[in-house]
């Protein structure tokens, strides 16, 4: 059974860092490109992030680059996301999500329960 | 970059069908998905490639895209659909790929 498991979320204060975690189980991890996405309280839903199967190929959205940095360790089965310079905006539930093997079209098959993170003073 | 259009609501009776739309230029070149989200819960694929079906979701759930539209077709509503939808798709072309639609609020009566 796909398992994507999130941590390390929190409460933080502006300027502050965080590393999220994303523990993945019952799938060959290294064979997989991998995202985060979040969610802001009551907001919909907005891409972050994305690293390739080997971690050659990254990508941000404009409203975090330069601040977060995706990576992974295919030996540990694990997907993080450093956080810096946090701000208020922020503040929401982050994802990974799983994109499927031999699939160019980019959706996201399996998502992880999510952690919140929160930024204020 | 790319933007994506969803209408915020639809409303729809029991056993009647909900089509919930998402706009983009020229949105018919590229492929489109779809997910379910039920309140406290993560996100769940329910269309892929515009019009595919992962195992497990019903065939009440369908997809089309031509134009500069996407539709979601529901078919035969069930309580149980009550939730928020959003369209997203991978623009390649762009170095900050991933969009998502702003979501739309399906509301059973």
């Known amino acids: 059974e796909v398992q994507l498991v999130e941590s390390g979320g929190g409460l933080v204060q502006p300027g502050g860092s965080l590393r999220l975690s994303c523990a993945a189980s019952?799938?060959?991890?290294?064979?997989?490109?991998m995202n985060w996405v979040r969610q802001a309280p009551g907001k919909g839903l907005e891409w972050v992030s994305y690293?390739?199967?080997?971690?050659?190929?990254?990508y941000y959205a404009d409203s975090v680059k330069g601040r977060f940095t995706i990576s992974r360790d295919n030996a540990k089965n694990s997907l993080y996301l450093q956080m810096n310079s946090l701000r208020a905006e922020d503040t929401a539930v982050y994802y990974c999500?799983?994109?499927?093997?031999?699939?160019?079209?980019?959706?996201?098959?399996?998502w992880g329960q999510g952690t919140l993170v929160t930024v204020s003073s | 970059s790319y933007v994506l259009t969803q209408p915020p609501s639809v409303s729809v009776a029991p056993g009647q069908t909900a089509r919930i739309t998402c706009g983009g230029n020229?949105?018919?070149?590229?492929?489109v998905h779809w997910y379910q989200q039920k309140p406290g819960q993560a996100p769940v694929l329910v269309v892929y490639?515009?019009?595919d079906r992962p195992s497990g979701i019903p065939e009440r759930f369908s997809g089309s895209n031509s134009g500069n539209t996407a539709t979601l077709t529901i078919s035969r509503v069930e309580a149980g659909d009550e939730a928020d939808y959003y369209c997203?798709?991978?623009?390649?072309?762009?170095?900050?790929?991933?969009?998502f639609g702003g979501g739309t609020k399906l509301t059973v009566l």
């Open positions: 999500a799983r994109a499927p093997r031999y699939s160019s079209s980019g959706y996201y098959d399996y």
């Open positions: 019952g799938f060959t991890f290294s064979s997989y490109e």
């Open positions: 690293i390739s199967s080997s971690g050659s190929t990254i």
């Open positions: 020229n949105i018919g070149s590229k492929s």
């Open positions: 490639d515009d019009s």
């Open positions: 997203q798709v991978w623009d390649s072309s762009s170095d900050h790929p991933g969009v």
